[in-house]
């Protein structure tokens, strides 16, 4: 393959080699016109060399790039030069679970579940989509710097396949081939097709089926996932041999020898689920990614002073409705959290016992209120209802008690109890990102702002890359008055995320606030192409000092019933009505609506902070001045 450094490929400008595989080549690069550095993969021309194989390379391509997930690769673009294919796909820097594993050797259990899950939760999401990897092992999966971990190469082992049985066909095409063959000869000629193509990779992780050339389903990605979990706790490959041949029939014929043999340390239970993974009948093993991941997490579920662990199972369908829900969640636009709802109700509907899915549905009727996109007042009172259900079911659920802190804040503005929840959430299930999220409001509208910055920061390193984390920090920043860390955050966000007008709103309140009043009003410009009116430009004009724009924009939303009485509270402010401002959030508390909680740290009424209403409008809601 040619040395493609420093070559510009359409507006891809290569910096470096970073590696080279069984696939091709990878090379950092600086995409030119998004000014963001990704990664390009050089295809071996083996891979799309045949008409059907470039169809086939399209085919996958467009699926892999659909895909949206914390934990899987995003792809970005395809192209082609000099009759080589290749991929533009985001660059993760870290290491692979290869180098990982060569650097530190066997992992502790704890760690090495975390890893599988986090993998799991990408084969759920693409699984549901009807896609499989085939081709899941340590070099197919990236743990960034930052700890966050991604999936690589979906579609390309299918087409790497593809590849070396066309090239099997070819060799072979002079051989006159018996009409039945027997198992031998036919992972023997597995071994050769791969031997003549090099594209097929090591053959460790395939399953029985994939070694005996049958239809594959989901199953075969979990038994792959099995042999990584075994080699991460062990150090060692369940099924080794002195050649190709002697693996693959150890894979069809024989049991793994026992982890605990090997490493000493491997729980009956961490046993037991891999031995259900490699299973040789695919009707042995865990059926879905869904119900795989359930029984991870209830083997990293903490344990009573019995040794009992406090995991209760659920059905399959349930908790593959609540997985989606949160991904529908932390993708947070109004479309998706409404999808959550539903998912969220249906997975409540499927096992009425699941005390995370009413945790859920609680947390996200909670955010449906805090931001306007449904009755507040409807919002809190199911959300309220929801959470007591929950705690009704398990009365010292950490997630449960978090939420309810939060409604409390919001509705009744009873700070007292709702320290004291947050403070059982957080002694109960420190690690917990919905609990630590639901504290860093209450953190932030305390002004305790570099504690609720550490546990917003804390929640996107475990969960990283999802929108709602990443919009929560700027926020956060943003209340913390650290505008030029909030700017950064969000064209960050606006970059992975340019759908998302959440970004875009609140990237124009960081201009506003620096001054910079016509990138402020670009930000809302974007903002409402995307559907989204806003009652900001009125707020920026008035702090440009543009008196008729801001008084007109105003009058033209109230007219249109657009607004609450907090909106025009912020106009008026910046206009310098003051009187006008107070009146408008009289009325705010007469109907308790939840934005007063900010009003002690909210920036755009610092404006307010000399006048004497101001602190007695603190006092009624309960916050100190």
Same mark, same amino acid.
């Given at each position: 393959?040619? %040395?493609?450094?420093?070559?510009?490929?359409?507006?891809?400008?290569?910096? *470096?080699?970073?590696?080279?595989?069984?696939?091709?080549?990878?090379?950092?690069?600086?995409?030119?016109?998004?000014?963001?550095?990704?990664?390009?993969?050089?295809? !071996? &021309?083996?891979?799309?060399? %045949?008409?059907?194989?470039?169809?086939?390379?399209?085919?996958?391509?467009?699926?892999?790039?659909?895909?949206?997930?914390?934990?899987?690769? /995003?792809?970005?673009?395809?192209?082609?030069?000099?009759?080589?294919?290749?991929?533009?796909?985001?660059?993760?820097?870290?290491?692979?679970?290869?180098?990982?594993?060569?650097?530190?050797?066997?992992? +502790?259990?704890?760690?090495?579940?975390?890893?599988?899950?986090?993998?799991?939760?990408?084969?759920?999401?693409?699984? %549901?989509?009807?896609?499989?990897?085939?081709?899941?092992? &340590?070099?197919?999966?990236?743990?960034?710097?930052?700890?966050?971990?991604?999936?690589?190469?979906?579609?390309?082992?299918?087409?790497?396949?593809?590849?070396?049985?066309?090239?099997?066909?070819?060799?072979?095409?002079?051989?006159?081939?018996?009409?039945?063959?027997?198992?031998?000869?036919?992972?023997?000629?597995?071994?050769?097709?791969?031997?003549?193509?090099?594209?097929?990779?090591?053959?460790?992780?395939?399953?029985?089926?994939?070694?005996?050339?049958?239809?594959?389903?989901?199953?075969?990605?979990?038994?792959?996932?099995?042999?990584?979990?075994?080699?991460?706790?062990?150090?060692?490959?369940?099924?080794?041999?002195?050649?190709?041949?002697?693996?693959?029939?150890?894979?069809?014929?024989?049991? +793994?020898?026992?982890?605990?043999?090997?490493?000493?340390?491997?729980?009956? @239970?961490?046993?037991?689920?891999?031995?259900?993974?490699?299973?040789?009948?695919?009707?042995?093993?865990?059926?879905?990614?869904?119900?795989?991941?359930?029984?991870?997490?209830?083997?990293?579920? &903490?344990?009573?002073?019995?040794?009992?662990?406090?995991?209760?199972?659920?059905?399959?369908?349930?908790?593959?409705?609540?997985?989606?829900?949160?991904?529908?969640?932390?993708?947070? /636009?109004?479309?998706?959290?409404?999808?959550?709802?539903?998912?969220?109700?249906?997975?409540?509907?499927?096992?009425?016992?699941?005390?995370?899915?009413?945790?859920?549905?609680?947390?996200?009727?909670?955010?449906?209120?805090?931001?306007?996109?449904?009755?507040?007042?409807?919002?809190?009172?199911?959300?309220?209802?929801?959470?007591?259900?929950?705690?009704?079911?398990?009365?010292?659920?950490?997630?449960?008690?978090?939420?309810?802190? #939060?409604?409390?804040?919001?509705?009744?503005?009873?700070?007292?109890?709702?320290?004291?929840?947050?403070?059982?959430?957080?002694?109960?299930?420190?690690?917990?990102?919905?609990?630590?999220?639901?504290?860093?409001?209450?953190?932030?509208?305390?002004?305790?702002?570099?504690?609720?910055?550490?546990?917003?920061?804390?929640? #996107?390193?475990?969960?990283?890359?999802?929108?709602?984390? *990443?919009?929560?920090?700027?926020?956060?920043?943003?209340?913390?008055?650290?505008?030029?860390?909030?700017?950064?955050?969000?064209?960050?966000?606006?970059?992975?995320?340019?759908?998302?007008?959440?970004?875009?709103?609140?990237?124009?309140?960081?201009?506003?606030?620096?001054?910079?009043?016509?990138?402020?009003? @670009?930000?809302?410009?974007?903002?409402?192409?995307?559907?989204?009116?806003?009652?900001?430009?009125?707020?920026?004009?008035?702090?440009?000092?543009?008196?008729?724009?801001?008084?007109?924009?105003?009058?033209?939303?109230?007219?249109?019933?657009?607004?609450?009485?907090?909106? +025009? @509270?912020?106009?008026? @402010?910046?206009?310098?009505?003051?009187?006008?401002?107070?009146?408008?959030?009289?009325?705010?508390?007469?109907?308790? !609506?939840?934005?007063?909680?900010? #009003?002690?740290?909210?920036?755009?009424?610092?404006? !307010?902070?000399? %006048?004497?209403?101001?602190?007695?409008?603190?006092?009624?809601?309960? !916050?100190? &001045?």
């Amino acid at each position: 393959m040619l %040395d493609l450094d420093g070559t510009t490929i359409s507006n891809y400008r290569i910096i *470096e080699k970073l590696g080279q595989g069984g696939m091709g080549i990878v090379y950092k690069a600086q995409d030119t016109r998004l000014r963001r550095h990704v990664a390009i993969k050089i295809l !071996l &021309p083996e891979l799309t060399a %045949d008409h059907k194989l470039y169809r086939h390379f399209i085919k996958e391509a467009q699926a892999a790039s659909a895909l949206n997930h914390p934990n899987i690769c /995003t792809i970005y673009d395809i192209g082609q030069y000099r009759k080589m294919n290749f991929i533009i796909m985001e660059l993760v820097d870290g290491e692979t679970l290869r180098e990982m594993l060569i650097r530190r050797g066997p992992l +502790p259990e704890k760690e090495a579940i975390d890893i599988v899950a986090k993998i799991c939760y990408a084969l759920a999401a693409v699984h %549901d989509k009807g896609i499989l990897h085939c081709d899941i092992k &340590p070099e197919n999966v990236m743990i960034a710097k930052q700890g966050f971990l991604k999936v690589m190469d979906f579609g390309l082992a299918k087409l790497a396949t593809e590849a070396a049985e066309l090239a099997g066909k070819r060799k072979f095409a002079r051989q006159v081939q018996p009409k039945k063959t027997s198992w031998k000869k036919k992972y023997t000629e597995s071994v050769v097709l791969s031997s003549l193509s090099g594209l097929l990779g090591t053959v460790h992780y395939m399953s029985p089926e994939q070694v005996q050339g049958k239809s594959l389903d989901q199953r075969s990605d979990i038994f792959s996932l099995g042999v990584v979990l075994y080699e991460l706790v062990s150090g060692s490959r369940p099924f080794e041999g002195m050649s190709n041949a002697t693996i693959l029939a150890k894979i069809i014929h024989e049991a +793994p020898e026992p982890m605990p043999l090997i490493s000493g340390h491997v729980s009956p @239970a961490l046993q037991e689920l891999v031995n259900r993974c490699l299973a040789k009948d695919a009707s042995e093993r865990f059926q879905s990614a869904v119900e795989l991941l359930q029984a991870l997490h209830e083997l990293a579920a &903490p344990q009573t002073a019995s040794g009992k662990t406090e995991a209760r199972t659920i059905k399959p369908e349930a908790y593959a409705n609540y997985l989606k829900g949160m991904f529908s969640f932390e993708n947070f /636009t109004p479309m998706n959290v409404q999808k959550s709802v539903e998912f969220f109700k249906s997975a409540i509907n499927d096992d009425p016992n699941f005390v995370e899915a009413y945790v859920g549905l609680a947390r996200t009727m909670t955010f449906l209120g805090m931001t306007n996109w449904m009755s507040p007042v409807e919002a809190f009172s199911e959300a309220r209802t929801v959470v007591w259900r929950a705690l009704e079911l398990e009365p010292e659920n950490a997630n449960a008690l978090a939420i309810l802190g #939060l409604i409390k804040v919001d509705t009744e503005y009873d700070w007292a109890s709702a320290g004291r929840l947050f403070n059982q959430a957080m002694e109960r299930h420190p690690d917990s990102v919905t609990a630590r999220d639901a504290y860093a409001f209450y953190l932030t509208f305390t002004a305790r702002h570099e504690e609720a910055v550490a546990q917003v920061r804390s929640c #996107l390193n475990k969960v990283p890359q999802a929108c709602y984390y *990443e919009i929560r920090l700027g926020w956060t920043y943003f209340m913390a008055r650290r505008y030029d860390e909030a700017i950064v955050q969000f064209q960050a966000t606006q970059l992975r995320f340019p759908e998302l007008a959440f970004a875009d709103i609140l990237l124009s309140w960081c201009y506003t606030t620096k001054g910079m009043h016509a990138q402020a009003l @670009a930000e809302c410009a974007k903002a409402e192409a995307k559907g989204i009116p806003q009652w900001q430009t009125s707020w920026i004009y008035a702090k440009a000092g543009k008196t008729e724009e801001a008084k007109a924009r105003l009058e033209a939303l109230l007219k249109q019933n657009l607004l609450d009485d907090w909106s +025009p @509270a912020v106009a008026y @402010a910046a206009l310098g009505e003051i009187d006008l401002a107070f009146d408008e959030l009289e009325k705010a508390y007469e109907k308790r !609506l939840f934005h007063l909680v900010s #009003l002690k740290t909210i920036p755009q009424f610092d404006v !307010l902070r000399s %006048d004497r209403r101001y602190f007695d409008l603190l006092k009624k809601i309960g !916050l100190d &001045p």
